[in-house]
């Protein structure tokens, strides 16, 4: 769907595998920072490159963008192998490392130029590509500042516009939005959505929402090992291992417990609270089994106040936790699970309607 | 080519917008202003004492004072030839710049060549400020331009062979200070190193180390001797320290 979005760019590739990573291993040493990754990255997708501190993210970027050699593996970026034919695969990346590679004593314009300049923009397309790039990025108001005397959410945006500027088929940004303010994040956020569908994005980032809410495929990486290779929301129902739900009843003191035990198809119960009378409870049923209506049902004939039902889905954040730890860990099933599916549907309007734009 | 210009135009731009370039230009120029003015009254002391005495040969101001002060002028550069390599690599490590090079459709050799010929573009600028004093020489006095010419070549080829050992040794470290006392200490190494053979003896190892030795190679220049032995030498340094520095960039990447 996002492939057909794809404005008709002669420099742009027509099959829509843009970057594959095949068993890339990074060794430092004894030390194995990235072991065995392998992924593929489909033309116009946002990959969401996730993990803790320290699994692997930025080694691998850096040897995406042939900033560094794997000890092992290939990596296949825009039809050219990065190690084999290093100039013709980064003329068709941008690459914004974690902290923006920004002079100081540059204004920004000219660190622009000096950026097209070695990334191969021609002299006569140059001005009109850097104020597309600064247009874009919205640092038009210190253009003529130093970078070194920008403000940490500048810095960022400048270090994108750099990444931008050649009009590359990919886009590698590590962690993007790290040190941005609130406000920051979501026009960074929003930014990179909307160069999707022209460019093939990866990022990365700790931040559980920002994947649920920018990209359409994850990989979750850990100790330098790839755990799970979905879209957010398949992760979310492949992962979810059984049916939540979350209630909120208020009993008049009464042990709720046994009778929603009771209830077909209810395999286990916990409580988590309780103020005034008012408990907070979660019901497991098998997955697949909507046991909504027996719930609400037996706690109504028992008389009981039926304050909140809702069904929960399995945040990004369980996931994440269930697949970067040993011990399995109890979904906390807080108020928030639940934000990932909305915004993706916003997400995928938004391609849709770009989709529309572009044809 | 063009983008070893891009970045050999960045570099010497980096040098101007900080005060490396001042610091380093204006510290050469009132160095060489004071070698100067004292082999000057030097030779004037000496040409007035021979005026005295009848039949004497006139004063050599290219043997007396040119050449000595082409020497002095090498000691000044071993000082202060680090300043300007040191940062070279260490700044762009440390400062995380350099990703945005290996990133960008450039070879390392392109880096290199570009960080070199913008440190050599500086060093001219200071070798061009001696020009100044040297033409009062030419408007007063009547020396000879020829071992001049030779002894300035020399002077630039030294300087570029220590510029190719400095962006070696800024590419291994990313730390600007260490970078730049190694390179003063290796710089220091070549110059002296004939001193540990005795050249009277002419031992096979005397006369390798004389041969290593960056100063014995720019004697003859100064002399206004072009010995093409003495090309090879610096030539195949710089080719060398440029060499060893595009090995020392890819050990590093390797390493990560």
Known sequence: ?359 | MSNVLTIAQKELRSYFVSPIAYVVIGLFAVLFGVFFISSLSFILRVSLQAGMMQGAPPININEYMIRPLFGNTGVIMLFVLPMITMRSYAEEKRSGTIELLLSSPLTDMQIILGKFLGAVTLFAMMLGVTAIPMSFLFYYGEPELAPVLSGYLGLSLMGASFISIGLLISSATKNQVVAGMITFAVLLLFWVISWLGDPASGSTSSQVLAYLSVLDHFDDFSKGVIDTSHLVYYLSFITLGLFLTAKSVDSVRWRG
Request: aromatic share 4%; charged share 25%.
């Open chain 1, 1 to 359: 769907m996002v492939e057909d979005g794809i404005p008709t760019n002669n420099t742009r590739r027509k099959d829509s595998l843009v970057i594959e990573v095949q068993h890339i291993t990074k060794r430092y040493g004894p030390l194995i920072a990235v072991n065995d990754i392998s992924f593929r990255v489909e033309s116009g997708q946002i990959l969401g490159f996730l993990g803790p501190n320290g699994a692997g993210k930025t080694t691998t970027m850096r040897i995406l963008t042939g900033c560094i050699p794997p000890t092992d593996g290939r990596a296949i970026v825009a039809g050219f192998d990065v190690f084999e034919q290093p100039v013709e695969a980064k003329r068709r990346i941008g690459y914004l490392p974690e902290t923006p590679p920004l002079y100081p004593d540059m204004s920004v314009r000219e660190y622009l130029t000096f950026a097209a300049r070695i990334s191969g923009v021609k002299s006569s397309e140059r001005a009109a590509k850097i104020d597309v790039a600064i247009d874009r990025t919205s640092v038009g108001d210190v253009a003529d500042r130093h970078c070194g005397k920008l403000s940490k959410g500048y810095r960022q945006r400048v270090g994108l516009a750099q990444a931008v500027l050649h009009n590359p088929e990919v886009l590698i940004l590590d962690e993007p939005t790290a040190g941005l303010d609130p406000k920051q994040i979501i026009e960074t956020r929003e930014l990179i959505r909307s160069l999707a569908g022209d460019h093939t994005i990866i990022l990365s980032t700790h931040i559980l929402p920002e994947v649920s809410q920018t990209c359409e495929k994850v990989v979750i990486i850990d100790k330098g090992h790839v755990v799970a290779v979905d879209t957010p929301d398949n992760l979310t129902s492949r992962l979810g291992g059984s049916e939540t739900i979350r209630l909120e009843v208020d009993t008049g003191g009464v042990d709720p417990i046994p009778v929603l035990q009771g209830v077909d198809g209810v395999t286990t119960v916990t409580s988590s609270e309780e103020h005034h009378g008012v408990r907070v409870l979660e019901t497991q049923s098998a997955k697949g089994a909507d046991v909504r209506r027996e719930v609400a049902n037996a706690i109504v004939t028992r008389g009981w106040g039926l304050l909140e039902l809702r069904s929960v889905k399995m945040s990004l954040e369980d996931i994440f936790l269930e697949l970067t730890t040993q011990d399995t860990v109890d979904p906390p099933g807080n108020a928030e699970t639940d934000t990932a599916s909305p915004s993706e549907s916003v997400s995928a309007h938004e391609h849709e309607a770009r989709e529309a734009v572009h044809e």
